[in-house]
């Protein structure tokens, strides 16, 4: 698919795509799943922890959904027109109830990322659960790509299956951005301070995007030939995988060096790179 560069200097939508509504509610459906344990999991960690923290990061994860058409215009993204459940439309920009999974998997895996932290869990498998993260994320995506619910729009090279490679490697790593932010701030949200970290989970995702994969929307945008597309996409890759692993590790380390001195009158000391023992 051509489109243009407009005169903001990014990509003209292209036309309108009219999607598989069947497909459409399936891929809902299982969006919905995740909303609802997202639910269940801040539910369940507030009572266990007696904290407003996991309420706290479930708001900011949710919030996510009014900044999607403009990540959207960055990311060369556009829902299907005929989407039949529509939240809002921004910009022309339609944003399906689906989008509501977004914010839910944030929430989960970053939440999730950040309580194996917490426990003294290997590097490693947190690892292994971005990419478990990040191949739900692809199964979901390639089917939604296929029955055109939705499409990466633009002469991109990247695209595997209709889905970038850049992309595959943010919706793995970009969870533990997300989970690094909740490890810096968490020790000082007490009371009404709780409420600051509100913008963050979507800033992260700003933030993500803007520094680790810029490269390849830059290629995107500016039209590059395939030569110059694919080696930036390359970069872009490899900076989504990267940047987030070594800000995880070093908010791990500020953490521990935070939380452990006050855990030493209630029993022993959690790291953050290997288990705590009884």
Request: charged share 10%.
């Amino acid at each position: 698919m051509t489109t243009t560069p407009a005169a903001a200097g990014f990509l003209d939508l292209p036309a309108p795509l009219h999607g598989n509504t069947t497909v459409f509610w399936i891929f809902t459906a299982a969006t919905m799943v995740m909303v609802a344990a997202s639910v269940v999991v801040a539910i369940v960690e507030t009572w266990r922890m007696r904290s407003a923290l996991p309420v706290v990061v479930f708001v900011s994860a949710t919030l996510w959904v009014p900044n999607e058409p403009f990540i959207d215009t960055l990311l060369g993204f556009q829902y299907a027109a005929n989407s039949p459940a529509v939240l809002f439309t921004i910009a022309g920009r339609i944003i399906p109830i689906s989008a509501l999974g977004i914010g839910a998997m944030f929430f989960l895996f970053s939440w999730a990322i950040y309580r194996m932290v917490e426990s003294g869990v290997a590097m490693r498998r947190i690892i292994g659960i971005c990419l478990v993260a990040g191949a739900i994320d692809w199964v979901l995506e390639w089917m939604a790509i296929h029955w055109k619910v939705f499409e990466y729009y633009g002469d991109n090279p990247s695209r595997i299956l209709g889905l970038p490679f850049t992309s595959m490697a943010q919706n793995c790593f970009i969870y533990s951005l997300m989970a690094a932010s909740i490890l810096f701030a968490a020790p000082h949200l007490k009371g009404w301070k709780a409420l600051l970290f509100i913008p963050v989970i979507p800033g992260c995702y700003y933030g993500g995007a803007a520094l680790c994969t810029w490269p390849a929307y830059l290629a995107l945008h500016a039209g590059l030939p395939t030569a110059v597309f694919l080696p930036l996409a390359v970069v872009a890759a490899a900076m989504n995988v990267y940047i987030p692993i070594a800000v995880l590790k070093m908010a791990a380390t500020y953490n521990a060096g935070v939380v452990e001195p006050h855990r030493e009158s209630t029993g022993p000391a959690i790291t953050a790179t290997a288990p705590a023992t009884a």
